[in-house]
């Protein structure tokens, strides 16, 4: 697994480490994914220009003047493309010219000898090879490679509903063990170290669900907003520092979150279902942590059930210390 950024110029070869200060530049080329993803669909209606040979690839030939996305397809351009290409589980392989972006996910960047890239190189899960060296490319042009899990990258891209119907495999299944393992750890190290605070926060759980909720709606949405805010306004140091301020927040509210959602869910289930072991804190845990890991195992479901767990994850920790509208009697009650 190699993560590696670098800048064509003089030294075209040498791949450096990934300068997180220089976050605009990777938003912007990043930009081209995110469109991509939204907009794929158009990739059966681009023009006479483009053709599928029996090797599964599509050839663009002549002037395009949109972007070219290959959906499960490499992508072989032979002409000119004015805006940016994409393939999704396949290779982009340039003999011709692309004047903006190139981007494989699940697959390579081949630019040819005598051909020519304007914008940036993007890959996750593949390389990108040149044959002219340097490379014909503007010299402040940027190449962002995250080269790992090539096959399972291009398969999920190839086949997306693999993602919400997971295979049922002896590894997954271990992975899924695993997981409750350190839920289950996780758990039981919190609810050691802070009893009153994990107490409190199932409390309110229990009491106020709805409010939690649209607290952790609207502080998601803010803290999106003002990342992405930040890095296109800000500073380069300032945004990246607003960043990990985030992301800092996001981790920790997910463990504060999923604790206090296994704590009450798992005293739910032994007052409903389970009354061996009622008064046993380590077994309401036991019992939560495993009916959680079951949901975000279930297909099609569990993307929905990580979303609605982040969510009252974040409401939880922006209302760990905020005591307004809960009395304090409410508050002092154990489950």
Same mark, same amino acid.
């Given at each position: 697994m190699v993560i590696s950024r670098s800048q064509v110029g003089s030294e075209p070869c040498l791949w450096r480490p990934h300068n997180f200060l220089n976050t605009s530049k990777l938003i912007n080329s990043i930009g081209l994914l995110i469109s991509a993803l939204v907009l794929f669909g158009v990739a059966h209606g681009q023009g006479n220009d483009r053709a599928t040979n029996a090797d599964n690839e599509i050839v663009v030939n002549g002037i395009t003047d949109s972007d070219v996305f290959g959906l499960g397809q490499s992508v072989r351009i032979k002409g000119t493309v004015?805006?940016?290409a994409i393939s999704f589980g396949g290779d982009v392989i340039v003999e011709g010219t692309v004047e903006g972006d190139?981007?494989?996910?699940?697959?390579?960047?081949?630019?040819?000898?005598?051909?020519?890239?304007?914008g940036d190189v993007i890959v996750l899960g593949g390389t990108y090879r040149t044959g002219d060296q340097p490379p014909n490319r503007k010299p402040e042009a940027m190449t962002i490679m995250y080269a790992g899990y090539q096959q399972e990258i291009g398969e999920l891209m190839r086949s997306p !509903? *693999?993602?919400?119907? #997971?295979?049922? /495999?002896?590894?997954?299944? *271990?992975?899924? &063990?695993? =997981?409750? &393992?350190?839920?289950?750890?996780?758990?039981?190290?919190? !609810? =050691?170290?802070? #009893?009153?605070t994990?107490?409190?926060g199932v409390t309110r759980l229990r009491l106020t669900s709805l409010r939690v909720a649209i607290i952790g709606v609207v502080g998601a949405l803010v803290i999106a907003a003002g990342v992405v805010v930040g890095l296109r306004l800000l500073p380069q140091t300032i945004s990246v520092l607003i960043s990990l301020m985030a992301m800092l927040l996001t981790l920790l509210g997910w463990l504060f979150g999923r604790v206090v959602l296994s704590a009450a869910t798992g005293r739910w289930l032994q007052q409903k279902y389970?009354?061996?072991?009622?008064?046993?804190?380590?077994?309401?845990?036991?019992?939560? /942590?495993?009916?959680?890991? &079951?949901? /975000?195992? @279930? #297909?099609?479901?569990? #993307?929905?059930?990580?979303?609605?767990?982040? &969510?009252?994850? @974040?409401?939880? !920790?922006?209302?760990?210390r905020y005591r307004v509208g809960w009395s304090r009697a409410e508050l002092g009650k154990t489950v």
């Amino acid at each position: 697994m190699v993560i590696s950024r670098s800048q064509v110029g003089s030294e075209p070869c040498l791949w450096r480490p990934h300068n997180f200060l220089n976050t605009s530049k990777l938003i912007n080329s990043i930009g081209l994914l995110i469109s991509a993803l939204v907009l794929f669909g158009v990739a059966h209606g681009q023009g006479n220009d483009r053709a599928t040979n029996a090797d599964n690839e599509i050839v663009v030939n002549g002037i395009t003047d949109s972007d070219v996305f290959g959906l499960g397809q490499s992508v072989r351009i032979k002409g000119t493309v004015k805006q940016g290409a994409i393939s999704f589980g396949g290779d982009v392989i340039v003999e011709g010219t692309v004047e903006g972006d190139v981007a494989a996910i699940g697959g390579s960047v081949i630019q040819n000898d005598g051909s020519r890239i304007g914008g940036d190189v993007i890959v996750l899960g593949g390389t990108y090879r040149t044959g002219d060296q340097p490379p014909n490319r503007k010299p402040e042009a940027m190449t962002i490679m995250y080269a790992g899990y090539q096959q399972e990258i291009g398969e999920l891209m190839r086949s997306p !509903t *693999g993602l919400f119907r #997971p295979r049922l /495999t002896s590894g997954y299944l *271990g992975l899924r &063990l695993l =997981a409750l &393992l350190f839920w289950f750890i996780v758990s039981l190290a919190l !609810t =050691a170290a802070m #009893p009153g605070t994990i107490s409190r926060g199932v409390t309110r759980l229990r009491l106020t669900s709805l409010r939690v909720a649209i607290i952790g709606v609207v502080g998601a949405l803010v803290i999106a907003a003002g990342v992405v805010v930040g890095l296109r306004l800000l500073p380069q140091t300032i945004s990246v520092l607003i960043s990990l301020m985030a992301m800092l927040l996001t981790l920790l509210g997910w463990l504060f979150g999923r604790v206090v959602l296994s704590a009450a869910t798992g005293r739910w289930l032994q007052q409903k279902y389970f009354p061996v072991g009622r008064n046993s804190e380590a077994v309401a845990l036991l019992l939560g /942590t495993a009916f959680w890991v &079951l949901l /975000t195992s @279930l #297909p099609y479901v569990w #993307p929905f059930v990580v979303i609605f767990i982040w &969510l009252i994850s @974040l409401g939880l !920790t922006l209302t760990a210390r905020y005591r307004v509208g809960w009395s304090r009697a409410e508050l002092g009650k154990t489950v």
